[in-house]
């Protein structure tokens, strides 16, 4: 279990972000590529021509100031996804929808507007930034990009304001540092803070503390959240710890294979999972203390790649309650009440 502090965090109120019309829609996206490489599946059949289904029909809403996590295994299609929904890369079909208008149209009509509605959050926070400019530079920059403040000197004083705000001080010693003379903390802190100053009305952060120590990973997160609330941005936040994820959102959306497979609210979703896959990838999130039962379920075999998804349900070669029907017949995302959402025919409710 993570610090009090993150439980405190995820107390704030979200009554407001629900009454709310959505803020972005996702509708039916996917993002299939081609593969020009002999493949030989696990039938024997020689594919020279095969299609990668990365991300392979995902759709929800999101609300101003709401937080959706994303869970599952590596190479689900999780970090994939957040790149589409910054428009990182192309989506192959369907839409997404940002404070009402196609995101497609308004990369085509304002692209630095766009930029600025959409942010994201990387894994490294290294990778992130230009290590030939100083972290004035970077912030000055950026503000000047968007049209931000009235002249350099006013830029400088927004700069020192917000990293005095998240802690980092004295605020003006920072200020000539290049990024590999930071901490991995500090640097992740200056990436969260340059992309909330724009106000982006979505930000997806991916794995953003991964590569952290432990012992500041709760700053951050706290970090980040009080900060999108604060702005009332939506965030979605993508990660393979499903501690963190359950303490930081609002809802939970489980993916295999390139879908979701099931979506409620966190605390509905880690503690009463119902989908089989579900239910597996929480048991295997080892618990800090040793009074805690730990009955990890083991799935058999090996997660199918996306060139290779059997027909039927994706998840009917691993699952413990398939049948023949399941690895037939076309699973559906459908709502068994309580806002969950299942993709299994075998849960009833």
């Known amino acids: 279990m993570l610090p009090a502090i993150l439980q405190g965090v995820k107390t704030m109120s979200r009554e407001a972000s629900k009454k709310n019309t959505p803020v972005l829609e996702v509708n039916d996206i996917k993002r299939h590529y081609t593969q020009r490489k002999k493949i030989v599946t696990k039938e024997g059949k020689i594919l020279r021509h095969s299609k990668i289904r990365s991300v392979d029909g995902v759709s929800f809403t999101l609300n101003a100031g709401e937080v959706i996590g994303i869970i599952g295994e590596s190479g689900c299609g999780k970090s994939t996804l957040g790149r589409l929904l910054v428009r990182l890369e192309a989506p192959t079909s369907g839409s997404i929808i940002i404070d009402g208008h196609n995101a497609e149209e308004l990369i ?13 959050i990387f894994q490294n926070p290294f990778d992130t930034f230009d290590p030939r400019f100083s972290i004035q530079k970077i912030f000055i ?5 968007h049209k931000i403040g009235e002249n350099n000197i ?11 705000s998240v802690g980092i001080l004295p605020a003006e010693s920072f200020l000539d540092r ?20 724009l106000q982006p009305s979505v930000v997806v952060a991916d794995e953003p503390v991964s ?3 432990v012992s500041i990973r709760a700053d951050i997160i706290n970090m980040l959240y009080s900060t999108a609330k604060e702005h009332n941005t939506s965030l979605i936040f993508i990660s393979h710890d499903i501690s963190t994820t359950r303490y930081i959102s609002d809802r939970i959306a489980v993916m295999y294979l390139g879908r979701i497979v099931e979506m409620g609210s966190a605390d509905e979703v880690a503690t009463n999972p119902k989908h089989p896959y579900t239910k597996a990838l929480i048991s295997n999130c080892a618990s800090i203390d040793p009074r ?18 059997p027909e039927g349900c994706a998840f009917a070669p691993r699952c413990p309650m398939a049948t023949l029907e399941c690895s037939s017949n076309e699973q559906e995302l459908r709502d068994i009440g309580g806002g969950r959402f299942i993709r299994c025919m075998k849960v009833i409710n």
């Open 108 to 120: 085509h009509k304002d692209r630095l507007n766009f930029r600025r509605t959409t942010q994201m």
């Open 178 to 197: 290049f990024p590999h003379e930071l901490s991995g903390g500090q640097l992740q802190r200056i990436s969260i803070l340059r992309s909330m100053m």
């Open 154 to 164: 006013e830029r400088r004083k927004m700069t020192i304001e917000k990293l005095e």
């Open 292 to 309: 805690n039962k730990h009955n990890p379920i083991k799935l058999p075999g090996e997660p199918p790649t996306p060139i290779d998804i």
């Open 211 to 213: 590569m952290l120590d």
């Open 141 to 145: 920059d950026t503000l000047k990009l």
